[in-house]
């Protein structure tokens, strides 16, 4: 399995965020998304994932995503700002609920892997932030899902819970997977390939003409 990106561009509210991205991710390879804030690293990983329209081609395991939307997000699990938590439901419930939805990895891999067996009758919303953190990364490993698109995933996780979690990625790309990380800190991958996006370059590449140039860039 492999994703091929090729000339990836992405407008919101009408504002070209990013343009000309063409890469790939080899399977059991972790890359990591560079950038300043306001680049389009979350823009990005969104497209990547069949939330946000964009233009070019993206293809996973031969299936292009404007071809085969759902096919595509078969075999995608995205992490994003807001972990997808239900308040309701305890620690325990949130996790056999992705587990049946996505019919795929282990609850009990991903309980000892995030360490939510002390926690596991709480309620999710009497969870700490970090505790949240981690049965929101949790859900990467029951999804069982080969590509794992994360944005600024170690978020209030302490350092050892981030150095587990990276240890998780390592195991998880040893299998196979692939992983493309949005991330200002360094996990401590084995050498990983960056990708880096610069809005310096769009300006200087944006015709004059453009109604967008003024203003919207600063």
Request: some cysteine; hydrophobic content about 45%; aromatic content about 6%.
């Amino acid at each position: 399995m492999t994703l091929n990106v090729s000339n990836l561009a992405c407008y919101r509210t009408g504002r070209l965020i990013f343009s000309d991205q063409s890469f790939t991710v080899e399977p059991g390879e972790a890359v990591m998304l560079r950038g300043p804030n306001g680049s389009g690293k979350s823009t990005l990983l969104r497209a990547l994932a069949g939330m946000l329209p964009f233009e070019g081609d993206v293809v996973l395991n031969g299936i292009s995503l404007a071809d085969d939307h759902d096919g595509v997000q078969e075999q995608i699990a995205y992490a994003g700002h807001l972990d997808a938590i239900k308040p309701q439901l305890t620690v325990g419930e949130n996790l056999t609920f992705w587990a049946r939805l996505f019919e795929g990895g282990s609850i009990r891999e991903a309980v000892e892997q995030f360490s939510l067996a002390e926690i596991w009758d709480r309620p999710a919303h009497a969870c700490s932030a970090g505790q949240k953190r981690r049965l929101g990364l949790a859900r990467l490993v029951v999804s069982g899902r080969a590509l794992w698109l994360l944005d600024e995933p170690t978020v209030s996780l302490d350092v050892e819970t981030t150095a587990r979690f990276a240890e998780i990625i390592k195991a998880h790309c040893a299998g196979g997977g692939m992983a493309l990380i949005a991330t200002h800190i360094d996990l401590g991958l084995d050498a990983p390939r960056e990708i880096t996006l610069d809005p310096n370059v769009m300006r200087k590449t944006m015709p004059p003409s453009d109604p967008f140039l003024s203003g919207a860039w600063e």
